[in-house]
């Protein structure tokens, strides 16, 4: 009771921090992370190897099983796993959760140096993105009137990724579709002959043509010039005069043994939409770890101004954007809450026909969550759909204790005549419940902790969801033990208790079945035995999958997967119907 009178006796302290806290809430509010579901995603790091020219088979046997080889061994290595396509090698390293993620990007880069020695000529493996299966948050397609695939191609790669990857939280910014401009050298093989050159050679003069050349500082009198050779090829012009040779003083160009002409990469793929043509596709992938509401935000910022850089005619067309599924979610929860917070004040009204005590007990539910918003903060709890969702399902739990101590200081109120004597009161009804108050909620509190165990998808899914509900569990003990008593005694007055007519029925008639329950405690329990045994019976019965089936008839998704031209990914095209 010490501890009670003292926080009384400083009530307006009280009130002034709990002012604070909840501004305190409000902030960190807004800064939490937020997303529209917990990211299940185990770490891991992949290697990307292009090998052009190599079959699905060589690629595995020369690229992807030596380096796959190679990284076997790591430290906290869980699985090693390739997947091989014809030029594109795939290793993907998966670490045991909770390793940093730039320390394992660090350990197999240290690896990497080693299977190097062991790659055919010219592949070069570099690591994949710092990205997740959730990094997908904004998608769009590049669209012209009048404009070929190549066009579409070319302003995708050349004007609009490059804007858009500087963005803060962009990890990459992924193009599909088109055709990707090449300048083409058609050699033809009698000219090779007649000249005495091979492909080889052609291949190394047009490498070594396309370069500048410093040439030093040229001083005369007070000034400098910078010599420089230039020689980085242009248009077709520049390549067909690139020197292969020389015969009898007089030089061979590219011209001479091939045709120079504007092509596009092998296609594997291609992308249309709403069946009116073929497209460009871009997809932006988030940095793992960022926030997605504040990267989409900054994305749509910089899309407006791409926007207005792109050429006439061509548009940049958005078909998805994670912002719609975050506020989806998050609405869905606010509902909830907004929803919880009205049936416990209608409920608290009726069963107490006091307002000012339903108001209190309401008054604490927001100071909860707000406290609970800086712990999680604190924790390093994203805000998504499951951590949410734990604090909905938590609303008619977080007031329980709230509900005791205010109750029983005006039940203790009703029954004092003196108003002198109202902090003692308080005081004395606070004590009266709090050691049962505290058990209750730890008691509920620990039935959560096994959610904790749970490993895999199951635990990144539900761990986020426990954590937020015991957090608000044992955050509205905090303010049941601590404010409740304060606004207590601030707004509940020393009257009799009042009830409604139907309210005192419903308790009368419990307690006339409370009687027939004591008095044949052998009926009672054979009753409650005989529901337990039953519900047994039914588990053989009930379903054991992690996610519920799919309602035939319900949704149909079809997916289709149409690889790039330089394979580094695909596109999807679900239709939902």
Not at 72 to 89: N, T
Not at 330 to 354: K, N, Y
Not at 375 to 395: E, P, R
């Amino acid at each position: 009771m010490g501890f009670v009178d003292v926080l009384l006796r400083s009530r307006l302290l009280v009130l002034l921090g709990t002012a604070l806290l909840a501004a305190l809430g409000v902030v960190a509010w807004t800064r939490l992370p937020i997303d529209a579901f917990p990211d299940v995603t185990n770490t891991q790091v992949m290697i990307l190897s292009k090998a052009p020219g190599l079959a699905a088979v060589d690629v595995e046997q020369r690229v992807s099983y030596p380096v796959e080889q190679v990284m076997r061994g790591l430290p906290r290595v869980q699985q090693v796993r390739s997947l091989s396509k014809a030029g594109l090698s795939q290793v993907v390293i998966v670490f045991e959760d909770g390793v940093d993620t730039y320390w394992t990007r660090q350990v197999v880069f240290e690896r990497l140096s080693t299977a190097r020695e062991q790659l055919p000529p010219g592949v070069e493996p570099e690591l994949g993105p710092i990205s997740t299966g959730l990094g997908e948050i904004y998608q769009y397609t590049l669209e012209g009137d009048g404009r070929s695939a190549m066009d579409l191609r070319t302003i995708q790669d050349w004007i609009v990724s490059p804007l858009l990857k500087p963005i803060p939280g962009v990890n990459e910014v992924n193009s599909f579709g088109g055709e990707v401009k090449q300048y083409q050298v058609l050699v033809s093989p009698e000219k090779l002959l007649k000249y005495d050159l091979t492909i080889g050679e052609v291949v190394e003069a047009v490498e070594q043509g396309n370069a500048n050349a410093g040439g030093g500082v040229l001083v005369r009198g007070w000034e400098q010039v910078y010599l420089r050779g230039v020689g980085l090829l242009k248009d077709v012009p520049d390549i067909e005069r690139t020197v292969l040779k020389a015969v009898d003083g007089s030089p061979v160009y590219v011209r001479d043994v091939a045709d120079v002409v504007i092509g596009a990469e092998p296609r594997q793929g291609a992308v249309s939409r709403d069946g009116k043509g073929e497209v460009v596709a871009g997809m932006i992938i988030m940095l793992k770890g960022a926030n997605s509401q504040d990267v989409v935000r900054r994305v749509k910022a910089s899309v407006e101004k791409v926007q207005e850089t792109l050429p006439a005619g061509v548009r940049l067309n958005v078909f998805y954007d994670r912002t719609s599924l975050i506020e989806a979610c998050i609405a869905t929860v606010v509902d909830a809450l907004l929803e919880g917070g009205i049936f416990v004040i209608l409920v608290l009204f009726l069963f107490v026909a006091e307002l000012r005590t339903a108001l209190i007990v309401v008054l604490s539910l927001p100071l909860t969550f707000l406290v609970s918003f800086i712990v999680m903060g604190g924790a390093g709890i994203t805000s998504n759909l499951m951590s949410l969702g734990g604090l909905a399902f938590s609303v008619g739990m977080v007031v329980d204790a709230s509900i005791v101590v205010v109750e029983n200081v005006r039940r203790h109120l009703a029954h004092e005549a003196a108003k002198e004597h109202k902090r003692r009161v308080v005081a004395a009804a606070v004590a009266e419940v709090a050691k049962p108050v505290a058990f209750s909620v730890i008691i509920i509190a620990i039935i959560l902790v096994p959610l904790f165990t749970l490993q895999g998808v199951e635990g990144k899914m539900f761990a986020p969801l426990a954590a937020t509900m015991l957090i608000a569990l044992l955050v509205s003990l905090v303010v049941a033990l601590t404010v409740v008593p304060v606004l207590s005694e601030v707004f509940l007055r020393q009257l009799p208790e009042r009830e409604f007519a139907f309210i005192r029925r419903l308790r009368e008639g419990y307690v006339r079945l409370l009687g027939h329950a004591v008095r044949r405690p052998a009926v009672t329990l054979g009753l409650s035995g005989g529901a337990l045994v039953a519900s047994l019976a039914l588990l053989p019965f009930m379903g054991t999958e992690f996610m519920p089936p799919l309602n035939e008839g319900a949704i149909a998704v079809n997916v289709v997967r149409l690889p790039n031209a330089s394979l580094e990914g695909s596109v999807k095209v679900a239709t939902f119907m």
